[in-house]
């Protein structure tokens, strides 16, 4: 787990972060960690690691605080967000991935994504008068996000 953290924080900070795809849209491949955190992990210990993913990425990115806003509302938000998506299966350990639709993993991913990216742009941009703009960067950069996501998983996928 640790290893993880540190792998997908600075190939978000050095890597990701300089990419621009059509010099707005910017995938957040580190939402994988949290996406992926144990259901029986410690729920404190997520939001701790959320709030370190958060600010270690704003520090070494000269953010704004975005990331650490973001990151720190959805770790805090993941319970809900689970048991919304999943509903009575929530509770089993790893239940979510190894034996959920598809249907179920997509809602929770896209909710979990469009939540991080909507708080991270409105964050960044901080005015109404940039409302269109916040929309826009939040779907299309939810969109490449959610695509690097689902083959991330893909290729960590158990063979049978």
Same mark, same amino acid.
């Given at each position: 787990?640790?290893?993880?953290f540190?792998l $997908?924080?600075?190939?978000q900070a050095?890597?990701?972060?300089?990419?621009?795809?059509?010099?707005?849209?910017?995938?957040?491949?580190?939402l994988l960690?949290f $996406?992926?955190y144990r259901?029986?992990?410690?729920?404190?210990?997520?939001?701790?690691?959320?709030? #370190?993913?958060?600010l270690?990425?704003?520090l070494?990115?000269?953010?704004s605080?975005?990331?650490?806003?973001?990151? $720190?509302?959805?770790t805090?938000?993941?319970?809900?967000?689970?048991?919304?998506?999943f509903?009575?299966?929530y509770?089993?350990?790893?239940?979510?991935?190894?034996?959920?639709?598809?249907?179920?993993r997509?809602?929770?991913? #896209?909710?979990?994504i469009?939540?991080?990216?909507?708080?991270l742009?409105?964050?960044?941009?901080?005015?109404?008068?940039?409302? #269109?703009?916040?929309?826009k960067?939040?779907?299309?950069?939810?969109?490449?996000?959610?695509i690097?996501?689902y083959?991330?998983l893909?290729?960590?996928?158990?063979?049978?």
């Amino acid at each position: 787990m640790t290893l993880q953290f540190i792998l $997908l924080l600075f190939v978000q900070a050095f890597l990701l972060s300089n990419i621009n795809f059509f010099g707005f849209i910017n995938p957040n491949l580190y939402l994988l960690f949290f $996406l992926m955190y144990r259901l029986d992990g410690d729920r404190t210990a997520l939001i701790i690691l959320g709030f #370190l993913m958060g600010l270690l990425l704003d520090l070494l990115t000269q953010g704004s605080g975005g990331h650490t806003i973001a990151s $720190l509302t959805i770790t805090y938000l993941r319970p809900y967000i689970i048991r919304f998506s999943f509903g009575v299966s929530y509770d089993v350990p790893m239940g979510m991935i190894r034996g959920s639709l598809v249907n179920q993993r997509v809602a929770y991913f #896209l909710q979990m994504i469009l939540i991080h990216h909507l708080l991270l742009f409105v964050v960044i941009y901080f005015s109404f008068d940039n409302i #269109l703009t916040i929309i826009k960067n939040t779907f299309l950069s939810a969109f490449f996000t959610f695509i690097l996501v689902y083959i991330s998983l893909g290729l960590f996928k158990e063979r049978k």
